[in-house]
């Protein structure tokens, strides 16, 4: 399989609940990011990783939790979310030295906060 | 603080005809990329153009073209011949030019319907 995948591709959970999000890149980039994509609001920067390390966190709530095992891997642990937090939420993937490289997009997990 | 405009929520072109989406952005910073990227419903999104800020010459990708005014910060894309594929939502994004963060500025996106 090639590009970027994300699973579940939709997910529907209750605010007590405990649910993650996985992101895998085949593309052999060494930095991942979470976007947040809401309507009619511009996409929303979560999380930077590179080379596994967090190295940019635009003030996510705390219910929002990162996880970066390998430069191929990426989740996002969610447990008591809100209904605004309602969203379609994107990874991306790129090559971090190198500025002149674009990101590579998944097609999302459409997040659903009941 | 680096923002990225754009003013058209909706656009819709005929088949075949020709469109343009506006963007304009708001930096301090000389050295920068900007970027078309087009999100197809319920499918990836994928990168249509891109344009460094130190040419001079405005980018082109088949039918894609953008018209790039770096003193006006405005960054135009145009679609010629539009196909029905084109239909999507097209986002105008930013990036400054340093090695490390490479954190991208998108714009509140423009839902493109082309007409058959």
């Known amino acids: 399989e090639t590009g970027v995948t994300q699973t579940p591709r939709h997910l529907v959970m209750g605010m007590t609940n405990k649910k993650s999000l996985k992101c895998e890149q085949h593309?052999?980039?060494?930095?991942m990011y979470w976007y947040k994509q809401s309507a009619k609001k511009p996409l929303e920067l979560m999380f930077v990783?590179?080379?596994?390390?967090?190295?940019e966190n635009n003030s996510v709530p705390s219910r929002f939790s990162p996880e970066c095992p390998n430069s191929s891997h990426l989740f996002l642990h969610l447990h008591t979310l809100q209904p605004e937090d309602s969203a379609l939420y994107l990874c991306?993937?790129?090559?971090?030295?190198?500025?002149?490289?674009?990101?590579?997009f998944g097609p999302g997990t459409r997040l659903t906060v009941t | 603080a680096q923002t990225v405009t754009q003013s058209q929520p909706e656009m819709s072109v005929q088949e075949a005809e020709t469109v343009t989406l506006s963007c304009t952005y708001d930096?301090?910073?000389?050295?920068?990329?900007l970027f078309w990227y087009k999100q197809p419903p319920s499918r990836q999104m994928i990168l249509v153009i891109r344009?460094?800020?130190?040419?001079?010459q405005n980018a082109t990708e088949n039918r894609f073209s953008v018209n790039f005014q770096k003193a006006a910060k405005s960054f135009s894309l145009k679609i010629s011949d539009s196909q029905l594929g084109d239909a999507a939502m097209y986002f105008c994004?930013?990036?400054?030019?340093?090695?490390?963060?490479?954190?991208?500025?998108f714009g509140t996106g423009t839902r493109l319907t082309v007409i058959p």
């Open positions: 991306a993937s790129s090559h971090y030295r190198d500025s002149s490289y674009e990101q590579y």
């Open positions: 593309l052999g980039h060494n930095a």
């Open positions: 990783y590179s080379l596994e390390e967090r190295v």
């Open positions: 930096t301090s910073e000389s050295d920068y990329y």
């Open positions: 344009q460094e800020a130190y040419k001079q």
């Open positions: 994004a930013y990036r400054v030019d340093q090695t490390g963060a490479n954190n991208l500025f």
